[in-house]
């Protein structure tokens, strides 16, 4: 049993009771709250953000559900379109929900031409902020809308080695990083987290990334291990907790 707590920045459920959608002939299997709540009973998880996928499209029905059942110490990354209404977007922040998500890098998300538009948009609403799953390889093209952001998150260390040069100035910015997904990384993920928190000790969030979608290799208990025996207690306690409840904002702590 891990001793630290953990809020789960980021893990999918995948409920085939609600719409799937292929993406690049993809199907997942199901994951359910049970499922996960069985692979996670070791790591002592307080708490976490329920992405939704590429395959989840604008589907808000599973997301609500999963909310409902993991109770109010855990919040929703949403995908919405640009034709939401504020009437619906305050609806799903009542419910749980805290980010509004662009799959650059698979799609099945908003396209990426409404970034600025709706992320402000729910910022100034409900206070949501934006996060990306983008290779950072690609984020110069992407740069000047993201300094007009109020809040960004580039998921999964932002893939590739090519890239660390655009991601890091970005956090000295403000922008904040999710540890997750280790095995999708062309890097060596432990040398990049640590120059990430000698940047700023807030920026980094640990998450599963659980049922880990096509990785490579699915999230291992090793590699929550890696950070809590690789970093000081306080670091350690900031990464797998303490930044993603002052992002998230969960309705209970």
Same mark, same amino acid.
């Given at each position: 049993?891990?001793?630290?707590?953990?809020?789960?920045?980021?893990?999918?459920?995948?409920?085939?009771?609600?719409?799937?959608?292929?993406?690049?002939?993809?199907?997942? *299997?199901?994951?359910?709250?049970?499922?996960?709540?069985?692979?996670?009973?070791?790591?002592?998880?307080?708490?976490?953000?329920?992405?939704?996928?590429?395959?989840?499209?604008?589907?808000?029905?599973?997301?609500?559900?999963?909310?409902?059942?993991?109770?109010?110490?855990?919040?929703?990354?949403? *995908?919405?379109?640009?034709?939401?209404?504020?009437?619906?977007?305050?609806?799903?922040?009542?419910?749980?929900?805290?980010?509004?998500?662009?799959?650059? *890098?698979?799609?099945?998300?908003?396209?990426?031409?409404?970034?600025?538009?709706?992320?402000?948009?729910?910022?100034?609403?409900?206070?949501?902020?934006?996060?990306?799953?983008?290779?950072?390889?690609?984020?110069?093209?992407?740069?000047?809308?993201?300094?007009?952001?109020?809040?960004?998150?580039?998921?999964?260390?932002?893939?590739?080695?090519?890239?660390?040069?655009?991601?890091?100035?970005?956090?000295?910015?403000?922008?904040?990083?999710?540890?997750?997904?280790?095995?999708?990384?062309?890097?060596?993920?432990?040398?990049?987290?640590?120059?990430?928190?000698?940047?700023?000790?807030?920026? /980094?969030?640990?998450?599963?990334? /659980?049922?880990?979608?096509?990785?490579?290799?699915?999230?291992?208990?090793?590699?929550?291990?890696?950070? *809590?025996?690789?970093?000081?207690?306080?670091?350690?306690?900031?990464?797998?907790?303490?930044?993603?409840?002052?992002?998230?904002?969960?309705?209970?702590?």
């Amino acid at each position: 049993m891990f001793e630290q707590p953990v809020f789960d920045a980021h893990l999918h459920i995948i409920d085939h009771r609600y719409p799937l959608q292929p993406n690049q002939g993809y199907l997942p *299997q199901p994951f359910s709250v049970s499922d996960y709540c069985q692979q996670t009973a070791s790591l002592n998880i307080t708490g976490g953000a329920i992405v939704s996928g590429s395959f989840q499209g604008f589907d808000q029905q599973y997301l609500l559900a999963a909310l409902k059942e993991l109770g109010p110490r855990y919040v929703g990354v949403t *995908q919405i379109p640009a034709t939401a209404t504020d009437e619906e977007i305050i609806a799903l922040h009542a419910a749980g929900v805290r980010a509004v998500r662009f799959n650059v *890098q698979r799609g099945g998300s908003e396209s990426i031409q409404y970034l600025e538009q709706l992320s402000l948009r729910v910022y100034e609403l409900v206070k949501w902020h934006v996060e990306l799953y983008v290779d950072s390889r690609q984020l110069p093209g992407l740069s000047t809308t993201l300094h007009k952001l109020p809040k960004v998150v580039i998921d999964h260390l932002g893939l590739s080695k090519a890239g660390l040069k655009y991601l890091l100035p970005l956090i000295e910015k403000g922008v904040k990083v999710k540890a997750t997904g280790f095995s999708r990384c062309d890097f060596d993920v432990l040398t990049t987290m640590r120059q990430i928190t000698a940047i700023n000790p807030a920026a /980094l969030l640990f998450g599963t990334d /659980l049922p880990s979608t096509r990785a490579p290799r699915p999230f291992e208990p090793k590699d929550l291990l890696l950070i *809590q025996q690789s970093f000081p207690a306080a670091i350690a306690a900031k990464i797998c907790r303490e930044n993603a409840l002052e992002l998230y904002r969960p309705a209970v702590v």
